[in-house]
């Protein structure tokens, strides 16, 4: 080995150690639990790949695997429309542009737990916003919005859309202001409308960009806890659960450790997944381009 | 490369130092670590705690103050006791948690300090209530059971007494909500989101009706199942209280909101505050068939870890915060009913609660939840299926009965 080659494993030890002792080895034992019956109760057995089974086999478990899938493709594929949208906005030239580009952000900085109950309350069916909103004073109308199925749902991905669309906005932002503007002057001399230009020249060139959003914001929705915790609580009966919410509960009130290690490895291979696959692409956008 | 070591060395130097923090023992001064919720009532806890070391100026209280919600509470404890931490000396458990903890091997024994002989000056439920495997695990500081209030006003003004059966509050309601014509007023208010309190809310009415929530294929529980679904919840009950806890439902009904509401024995006082103050009666709850009434039990009481290296210090702060001048002190001043049945006779006891009275009687007979090691799972199993139930118009109760039966059933076959 050559001193210059030394010297950069030196340098980057230190960073390994950290990933090794702060990612690699948590996830690791992650795995290793999920493989043992482990609560309080009764001695902790190897127990092979059973929690998976029960994992993919337990009605609750599937339901929770469902809905997951659900809120991560209908909020991303949300976040994104919007989030494209906005940067649009904020991208031109306007008066007020710097007050409007900060109030896109303030969802984004609110705190997920405080955005929560915020949106708790405004949907409440005595008080709530939105109740009154949509039929005023007229009471005997108001909608419990969090009781039933699908406008728990909803709620649930309403709130996440609205609060973390601008952090799409944002990327995407940073995509537009990469595209040189001489391309658009090139193609207003050669006659295209704005619609034109839109489709040739600013989606092909935000593809990028676009996709780097896609990518963060999915991996943050797979991990999606909070906003349940503080809204639903995976209510009602269980069709708003998440899988990190399940997780939780499994782990911490339910005391069964392996099983709930299960329902983390699940997760992580599923980010994994979808980081791998978005990453690929991502770069080889960046190539071609 | 000797950096490195250096720079790793000090990471694991760093982590040891974190993780260890001792506690420090002055001199002649033993500490016990308390672990406490966030009180309702702070000032409470702060004079109880000034009382203590008036009187053991040998013994100093570290408080820990945990989240107020039980369950959440319940996971912080539990995760204490697991990891065997030695800075927790003794503790508060709710009611549910005695089979669990002993199960765990986390509580202590309490059986040669807190003897038969004392155990009988507390209410029957609460020392069954902390009874496992033939061994007394707590030391109960109050008692909690559902009880029935309800707008006397409204009722006196249409000649109703507070109802006995169920069919008779729906009647009554329906007569008050036709005279009064208020889009405002509904009939009932309780505690119905997917959370621990929509299992002490159900185990009542399933119980008024003889059924019972571990069972709840029987025809009984399905019976009372049906009639919350059908005839409470978005009818003589607004659809909301599907979400409701304890706080919003109680809200709704010092609003002037609802003419009938459940909840525990605090609410007399917060309702002596309220718009409605001077219009509230209490009674038992109602029931299907005569004689059935059912108050689910509810209450805390003291734990000390097995891993406590001060046990005897630990068990004089138990003896101390249970004792009759400080369930007096707290029903006094926090409103909390005491688990000591003399105190029901007590006059400073009854002067602050002229309602605890007449609440005895539903004190005596309040009934526990189910009992296992597996509670928080059984709970959780049952919200899920209650709240199903509860919430879907279109849900085939007997599939969803049939599943919560089979997962219990897993759920308890773990538990050796």
Redesign the interface.
């Given at each position: 080995m050559n001193s210059e080659r030394k010297a950069a494993y030196a340098l980057v030890a230190p960073a390994v150690f950290i990933v090794a002792v702060f990612v690699l080895s948590p996830i690791v034992q992650a795995f290793i639990n999920s493989l043992y019956r482990d609560t309080p109760f009764s001695p902790k057995t190897f127990i092979g790949l059973d929690n998976y089974r029960t994992l993919f086999s337990d009605s609750v478990a599937t339901g929770t695997i469902e809905f997951t899938l659900i809120f991560v493709i209908v909020s991303t594929a949300l976040e994104i429309l919007i989030g494209l949208g906005l940067a649009l906005v904020i991208h031109e030239h306007f008066k007020g542009r710097g007050l409007v580009r900060a109030a896109v952000l303030i969802p984004w900085a609110i705190p997920t737990v405080v955005a929560g109950v915020m949106w708790k309350y405004m949907l409440n069916d005595q008080y709530g916003f939105v109740n009154l909103v949509f039929y005023g004073s007229n009471v005997a109308n108001y909608v419990a919005w969090l009781a039933s199925e699908w406008s728990a749902r909803m709620a649930i991905i309403g709130a996440d859309v609205w609060k973390t669309s601008s952090f799409a906005a944002l990327l995407i932002l940073a995509g537009l202001q990469s595209i040189p503007e001489d391309l658009y002057e090139a193609a207003r001399i050669d006659g295209a409308n704005a619609v034109k230009r839109f489709f040739r020249i600013t989606l092909p060139l935000l593809k990028p960009a676009i996709l780097l959003a896609l990518l963060f914001r999915m991996m943050d929705a797979f991990r999606v806890f909070a906003l349940v915790y503080v809204m639903t609580q995976g209510a009602p009966g269980g069709s708003t659960n998440v899988l990190q919410y399940y997780g939780y509960q499994k782990m911490f009130p339910e005391q069964q450790f392996g099983y709930g290690s299960a329902v983390s490895v699940l997760v992580f291979v599923m980010i994994a997944i979808v980081a791998t696959i978005l990453i690929r692409t991502v770069r080889t956008r960046i190539y071609e381009s | 490369?000797r950096?490195?070591v250096l720079?790793?060395g000090m990471?694991i130097v760093g982590m040891a130092l974190f993780g260890c923090g001792g506690s420090d023992t002055e001199s002649g001064v033993t500490s016990v670590n308390l672990v406490v919720w966030k009180p309702n009532i702070p000032a409470a806890w702060d004079s109880a705690l000034a009382m203590f070391h008036e009187a053991h100026p040998d013994i100093k209280i570290v408080r820990e103050i945990g989240p107020h919600s039980s369950?959440q509470f319940?996971?912080l404890v539990?995760?204490k006791l697991?990891n065997q931490d030695p800075s927790v000396d003794a503790f508060l458990m709710d009611v549910i948690w005695t089979p669990?903890f002993a199960?765990?091997?986390?509580a202590m024994p309490l059986d040669e300090r807190f003897p038969p002989s004392e155990q009988d000056k507390f209410f029957d439920g609460c020392i069954q209530a902390d009874v496992w495997d033939g061994k007394i695990y707590g030391v109960p500081l109050n008692i909690d059971a559902g009880i029935l209030y309800y707008r006397k006003d409204l009722l006196d003004q249409y000649g109703f007494e507070p109802p006995t059966t169920w069919a008779a509050m729906i009647d009554q309601i329906d007569s008050i909500q036709a005279g009064e014509n208020d889009?405002?007023l509904n009939g009932f208010s309780g505690q119905f989101?997917?959370?621990e309190g929509l299992i002490c809310d159900m185990l009542e009415i399933v119980q008024s009706n003889g059924g019972r929530l571990t069972e709840p294929e029987s025809p009984e529980t399905m019976e009372a199942i049906a009639f919350v679904r059908n005839e409470l919840i978005g009818d003589a009950a607004?659809?909301?209280v599907?979400?409701y806890s304890e706080q919003?439902s109680l809200?709704?009904f010092t609003s002037g909101?609802a003419v009938f509401h459940r909840n525990w024995p605090y609410a007399w006082s917060v309702s002596k505050e309220s718009p409605i103050a001077g219009q509230v009666g209490i009674a038992r709850l109602p029931s299907f068939k005569d004689d059935m009434s059912t108050s689910t039990l509810g209450g805390w009481r003291f734990g000390i870890s097995r891993y406590s290296k001060n046990p005897d210090a630990a068990w004089t702060v138990v003896e101390f915060f249970t004792s009759p001048q400080m369930q007096r002190h707290f029903a006094v001043n926090a409103g909390r009913a005491p688990a000591r049945k003399t105190l029901y006779q007590d006059s400073a006891v009854l002067a602050a609660n002229p309602h605890f009275e007449e609440m005895y009687p539903v004190f005596e007979t309040a009934t526990p939840r189910p009992r296992t090691?597996?509670y928080?799972?059984v709970s959780?199993i049952l919200q899920?299926?209650l709240?199903?139930?509860l919430?879907?118009d279109d849900?085939d109760l007997e599939a969803l009965a049939a599943?919560a039966a089979t997962?219990m059933e897993t759920a308890l076959g773990?538990?050796?």
């Amino acid at each position: 080995m050559n001193s210059e080659r030394k010297a950069a494993y030196a340098l980057v030890a230190p960073a390994v150690f950290i990933v090794a002792v702060f990612v690699l080895s948590p996830i690791v034992q992650a795995f290793i639990n999920s493989l043992y019956r482990d609560t309080p109760f009764s001695p902790k057995t190897f127990i092979g790949l059973d929690n998976y089974r029960t994992l993919f086999s337990d009605s609750v478990a599937t339901g929770t695997i469902e809905f997951t899938l659900i809120f991560v493709i209908v909020s991303t594929a949300l976040e994104i429309l919007i989030g494209l949208g906005l940067a649009l906005v904020i991208h031109e030239h306007f008066k007020g542009r710097g007050l409007v580009r900060a109030a896109v952000l303030i969802p984004w900085a609110i705190p997920t737990v405080v955005a929560g109950v915020m949106w708790k309350y405004m949907l409440n069916d005595q008080y709530g916003f939105v109740n009154l909103v949509f039929y005023g004073s007229n009471v005997a109308n108001y909608v419990a919005w969090l009781a039933s199925e699908w406008s728990a749902r909803m709620a649930i991905i309403g709130a996440d859309v609205w609060k973390t669309s601008s952090f799409a906005a944002l990327l995407i932002l940073a995509g537009l202001q990469s595209i040189p503007e001489d391309l658009y002057e090139a193609a207003r001399i050669d006659g295209a409308n704005a619609v034109k230009r839109f489709f040739r020249i600013t989606l092909p060139l935000l593809k990028p960009a676009i996709l780097l959003a896609l990518l963060f914001r999915m991996m943050d929705a797979f991990r999606v806890f909070a906003l349940v915790y503080v809204m639903t609580q995976g209510a009602p009966g269980g069709s708003t659960n998440v899988l990190q919410y399940y997780g939780y509960q499994k782990m911490f009130p339910e005391q069964q450790f392996g099983y709930g290690s299960a329902v983390s490895v699940l997760v992580f291979v599923m980010i994994a997944i979808v980081a791998t696959i978005l990453i690929r692409t991502v770069r080889t956008r960046i190539y071609e381009s | 490369m000797r950096r490195i070591v250096l720079i790793a060395g000090m990471l694991i130097v760093g982590m040891a130092l974190f993780g260890c923090g001792g506690s420090d023992t002055e001199s002649g001064v033993t500490s016990v670590n308390l672990v406490v919720w966030k009180p309702n009532i702070p000032a409470a806890w702060d004079s109880a705690l000034a009382m203590f070391h008036e009187a053991h100026p040998d013994i100093k209280i570290v408080r820990e103050i945990g989240p107020h919600s039980s369950s959440q509470f319940h996971d912080l404890v539990a995760q204490k006791l697991r990891n065997q931490d030695p800075s927790v000396d003794a503790f508060l458990m709710d009611v549910i948690w005695t089979p669990e903890f002993a199960a765990a091997g986390w509580a202590m024994p309490l059986d040669e300090r807190f003897p038969p002989s004392e155990q009988d000056k507390f209410f029957d439920g609460c020392i069954q209530a902390d009874v496992w495997d033939g061994k007394i695990y707590g030391v109960p500081l109050n008692i909690d059971a559902g009880i029935l209030y309800y707008r006397k006003d409204l009722l006196d003004q249409y000649g109703f007494e507070p109802p006995t059966t169920w069919a008779a509050m729906i009647d009554q309601i329906d007569s008050i909500q036709a005279g009064e014509n208020d889009p405002n007023l509904n009939g009932f208010s309780g505690q119905f989101r997917q959370y621990e309190g929509l299992i002490c809310d159900m185990l009542e009415i399933v119980q008024s009706n003889g059924g019972r929530l571990t069972e709840p294929e029987s025809p009984e529980t399905m019976e009372a199942i049906a009639f919350v679904r059908n005839e409470l919840i978005g009818d003589a009950a607004p659809e909301g209280v599907l979400t409701y806890s304890e706080q919003e439902s109680l809200d709704l009904f010092t609003s002037g909101g609802a003419v009938f509401h459940r909840n525990w024995p605090y609410a007399w006082s917060v309702s002596k505050e309220s718009p409605i103050a001077g219009q509230v009666g209490i009674a038992r709850l109602p029931s299907f068939k005569d004689d059935m009434s059912t108050s689910t039990l509810g209450g805390w009481r003291f734990g000390i870890s097995r891993y406590s290296k001060n046990p005897d210090a630990a068990w004089t702060v138990v003896e101390f915060f249970t004792s009759p001048q400080m369930q007096r002190h707290f029903a006094v001043n926090a409103g909390r009913a005491p688990a000591r049945k003399t105190l029901y006779q007590d006059s400073a006891v009854l002067a602050a609660n002229p309602h605890f009275e007449e609440m005895y009687p539903v004190f005596e007979t309040a009934t526990p939840r189910p009992r296992t090691p597996v509670y928080p799972e059984v709970s959780n199993i049952l919200q899920r299926f209650l709240h199903s139930a509860l919430s879907q118009d279109d849900a085939d109760l007997e599939a969803l009965a049939a599943k919560a039966a089979t997962e219990m059933e897993t759920a308890l076959g773990r538990v050796q």
